[in-house]
């Protein structure tokens, strides 16, 4: 079982950046792929970024290169940087864990196991 608490969440202005982080309860949280999703409103729930056990990275391509995910496995913790932040990229932000990163690779948040809450993410223009 994990549990996922995440913060960081904000209004911000087109062009700015913003951390994203994601605390994990449990001893083997180096086991688990950790990602990102994010659901705008009226909108399905989509994939953002992964990262695997091994520091493998992936990400959607409407944030790559923007984009940037990490883990510190000491602190049971997963983190996405946000930068050249655009008002599509408003939503909210969930993090989510998986031993499998296949779920994530497969796009589809239905696959994932475990979730936090979600943090609110706003870019106004």
């Known amino acids: 079982q994990v549990q996922l608490v995440e913060s960081g969440g904000g209004l911000v202005q087109a062009g700015d950046s913003l951390r994203l982080s994601c605390t994990a309860s449990?001893?083997?949280?180096?086991?688990?792929?950790m990602g990102w999703f994010r659901q705008a409103p009226g909108k399905e729930r989509e994939f953002v970024a992964a990262?695997?056990?091994?520091?493998?990275?992936y990400y959607a391509e409407s944030v790559k290169g923007r984009f940037t995910i990490s883990r510190d496995n000491a602190k049971n913790t997963v983190s996405l940087q946000m930068n050249s932040l655009k008002p599509e990229d408003t939503a909210i932000y969930y993090c989510?864990?998986?031993?499998?990163?296949?779920?994530?690779?497969?796009?589809?948040?239905?696959?994932?196991?475990?979730w936090g809450q979600g943090t609110r993410v706003t870019v106004s223009s």
């Open positions: 989510a864990a998986d031993l499998s990163l296949a779920q994530f690779l497969n796009r589809d948040h239905q696959l994932v196991d475990y």
């Open positions: 449990g001893r083997t949280f180096s086991s688990y792929a």
């Open positions: 990262i695997s056990w091994t520091d493998g990275t």
